[in-house]
């Protein structure tokens, strides 16, 4: 991918509707439709259209996801080698090899409507009791456009205002369709198949690349859909399908009170929606063909603004997800997945046998089910490579002892809720990119350099860092039923867009007596993307005035909305690096960038029972704060001393050898709780996959592990020894591998 060049284009500032570049056929034909379906979507007077939307529209009903059917057809952990270069065959030697070495499971490609694997390969399976999944299930190019740089060609399809080169349409239902019931037919017989994928790194665009097309032909949908979310008297009329480059010319001009990406910020809303009840469809169809056996996809991205990866919609829309660890990806689906009853795997890529022992630990640990490991370099010649002896305890343990301990399994969490609010994401991009000019069409690697992104692995690093554990809450969760009671805390990371009623929730949460923590200009603006006229929709709670007057040059005090000019560090190496080069922030004492130059930071309100806190800071110096060590880590408490919670298990006396370490906890259904100790380094991955460690700390440690209240009936499971009842345990800790206490 070639970087984007800096672009010093002057730009217009006016907040007239922002035109489009060209009027498409699918634009033209926007006024066609019929009465009957606009009424059918109409919500009854007096009733917000948004909550209304939210709370009824088939964009947000889940396909089915009950806990004992997925469990029973996707039971424990396994390990699904996708066999790229599997060179010693499909015999019984290779599957007597695989089992005693933990790959305990397999898969088979599903490509043009008949399992494209080697004749046998499915017998091999069943000898050998591998549970597997089928991927391409939808076949290929449909749902995954092209491999490898055959986008190219296709680069100012994906940048323009037209229709997705494959339209997602009836036509297209249909013959993914008559793949799937091909492909589901030929393996359905088999007692050892665990999920079918639809298709790999499935997308809208182009994985995450940005990309403006529609993603249907049907000239009616996208006004249907634009007065089903805002209610047919307040829908705009748009006539026209744009790109970004009809936004990005007016963002150093516009203040908050003239801010308006509506229409853009419409447009990949609709796409997403479009797209997650395609998927759905294609989901649900599945299940009719083989209704014992769940359906996903695998190759899941990071959040984002592209490409259907609005996770609180896309979660209600499948039953199996391999996914990348990008952009929080492993945690926000670990944190929609109801009653962690999805099964959810990673990719693993081979990079060091201490590498591999600690991702088997750590996504363990995290409630993964799971890897699809990519077989590469995994033989020399038909000879497997000795690092294969290293790992093979751990997958064994984690096959055989630890994943079926897991089974039933809930994740627990000490009362904090992280929001999960996708058009802050939305938002978020269209700032960042600002800085590439007209060449943010070469904009990648949203995960690493996206603001919203960045903020929120701060966030969850001073939790984390803090012994804190926590899960996301999805702004559909909290439009449909308010904030569930067993939050005592809410941090809005980044949350510049709010509607009315999550605003509505918030106040209630805090007038209840819950604590809400915002870094910076929280619900600015809309869920639409328009700047609040009369100041942010949460001021009141936080007893201060966000002034709609405010311009770019008011924010961090850079030319730019966000923090950082994210084309002059787009190949960045370091965070710090990241955060100064040519930064022009106002670095407040407490190490953080201020946000709001006019604005006091860190106003604390009391509201009713409970109290808010407006940072008015970024965290995202945090990632440099803890990559410098325990000393520097310390910065976190400007942040956390406002969360008010602390450890109830630490490792006692914890300094710069233990320091990333995280404590992660479940509930199982006889009520005794798991423990896993765990390292949290920092993940290194692409959007071809991955979830590394950088700067991995393997060798052993001497520790106590300290309970704030004494602990009955504990064991260590790993190691199948019971140590009774107490409060301080002692181990010895590889620190690229887990301990795993249950107890009382």
């Not at 959810?344 to 890529?349: K, M, P, R």
């Amino acid at each position: 991918m070639n970087k984007p060049k800096h672009s010093s284009d002057g730009a217009m500032g006016r907040r007239e509707l922002v035109a489009g570049l060209s009027v498409t056929a699918l634009a033209a034909s926007l006024e066609m439709i019929s009465s009957e379906a606009l009424e059918a979507q109409a919500p009854p007077p007096g009733t917000d259209a948004y909550a209304y939307y939210v709370r009824t529209s088939r964009d947000f009903r889940r396909v089915k996801q009950e806990k004992s059917w997925l469990e029973k057809a996707y039971p424990g952990w396994i390990y699904m080698p996708w066999t790229y270069q599997w060179n010693i065959g499909y015999t019984d030697a290779s599957g007597q090899w695989s089992r005693a070495h933990g790959y305990n499971g397999a898969f088979l490609d599903g490509n043009g409507g008949a399992p494209d694997s080697p004749p046998g390969k499915l017998d091999w399976i069943n000898r050998n009791g591998l549970r597997f999944y089928v991927d391409h299930t939808a076949g290929k190019g449909s749902l995954h456009l092209w491999d490898g740089g055959k986008q190219k060609p296709h680069l100012a399809e994906l940048h323009g205002n037209g229709v997705r080169t494959v339209p997602v349409n009836a036509a297209l239902k249909k013959r993914l369709n008559e793949l799937i019931l091909a492909n589901v037919s030929q393996v359905k017989a088999s007692p050892f198949r665990a999920a079918y994928a639809l298709d790999d790194e499935l997308s809208w665009g182009h994985f995450v690349h940005p990309t403006m097309w529609c993603v249907t032909d049907d000239p009616t949908a996208f006004k249907t859909w634009l007065r089903e979310i805002y209610g047919a008297a307040a829908a705009p009329a748009r006539r026209e399908w744009i790109t970004y480059e009809a936004i990005r010319p007016h963002l150093a001009d516009w203040s908050v009170r003239e801010f308006d990406a509506s229409p853009l910020m419409d447009q990949w809303t609709f796409n997403d929606s479009v797209w997650c009840n395609f998927l759905g469809d294609l989901v649900e169809y599945a299940n009719t063909v083989d209704p014992a056996t769940p359906c996903g996809f695998v190759g899941g991205q990071a959040p984002n603004a592209f490409g259907g990866y609005d996770y609180g919609r896309l979660m209600r829309k499948i039953q199996y997800i391999e996914a990348y660890n990008l952009g929080s990806s492993q945690a926000i689906i670990r944190s929609f997945n109801s009653r962690s009853a999805i099964p959810a795997v990673t990719s693993h890529f081979h990079q060091s046998s201490d590498d591999d022992i600690w991702q088997i630990w750590y996504y363990l640990a995290h409630g993964n089910r799971g890897h699809i490991g990519w077989v590469e370099n995994w033989f020399e010649g038909q000879t497997p490579r000795p690092w294969h002896e290293t790992v093979a305890p751990h997958l064994l343990a984690a096959g055989k002892k630890i994943g079926p301990l897991m089974q039933g399994a809930e994740w627990m969490h000490d009362g904090v809720a992280l929001y999960y609010s996708h058009p802050s994401i939305q938002l978020g991009w269209i700032m960042d990119a600002e800085a590439h000019g007209k060449t943010w069409v070469n904009r990648d690697g949203d995960h690493r350099l996206g603001a919203s992104h960045l903020v929120r692995q701060a966030w969850e690093n001073m939790l984390r860092d803090s012994g804190v554990q926590y899960s996301f809450l999805s702004y559909i969760d909290v439009v449909q039923t308010g904030i569930p009671s067993e939050y005592k805390t809410l941090i809005l990371p980044a949350c510049l867009c709010l509607s009315d009623a999550e605003a509505r929730a918030i106040e209630a949460f805090v007038q209840g007596g819950g604590t809400v923590i915002a870094d910076y200009l929280p619900g600015v603006w809309d869920q639409h993307g328009r700047g609040r006229a009369s100041g942010g929709a949460l001021d009141k709670l936080f007893g201060v005035k966000h002034d709609p007057g405010m311009k770019a040059g008011d924010v961090f005090g850079t030319r730019l909305w966000c923090e950082t000019d994210q084309d002059a560090n787009f190949g960045w190496k370091s965070y710090t690096d990241f955060l100064t080069n040519g930064n022009t922030c106002l670095k407040d004492p407490s190490g953080f960038n201020k946000a709001v130059r006019t604005m006091p930071t860190v106003s604390v309100n009391r509201a009713g029972k409970g109290t808010a806190a407006l940072m008015n800071l970024s965290p995202q110096w945090y990632n440099a704060y803890r990559v410098a060590g325990h000393a520097a880590a310390a910065h976190r408490e400007t942040f956390m001393k406002h969360v008010g919670l602390r450890r109830w298990v630490e490792i006692e006396g914890a300094g710069e050898a233990e320091f990333g370490y995280e404590i992660t906890y479940f509930r199982r259904p006889d009520g005794r709780k798991i423990l896993f100790l765990c390292s949290n380094p920092e993940t290194a991955g692409t959007e071809a996959g991955g979830g590394n460690a950088v700067g991995l700390k393997a060798s052993p440690v001497n520790i106590t592990l300290k309970f704030a209240k004494p602990v009955r009936s504990v064991r260590d499971e790993r190691k199948a020894t019971d140590l009774g009842n107490g409060d301080r345990f002692r181990f010895v800790w590889p620190r690229n591998e887990a301990i795993v206490l249950t107890f009382d």
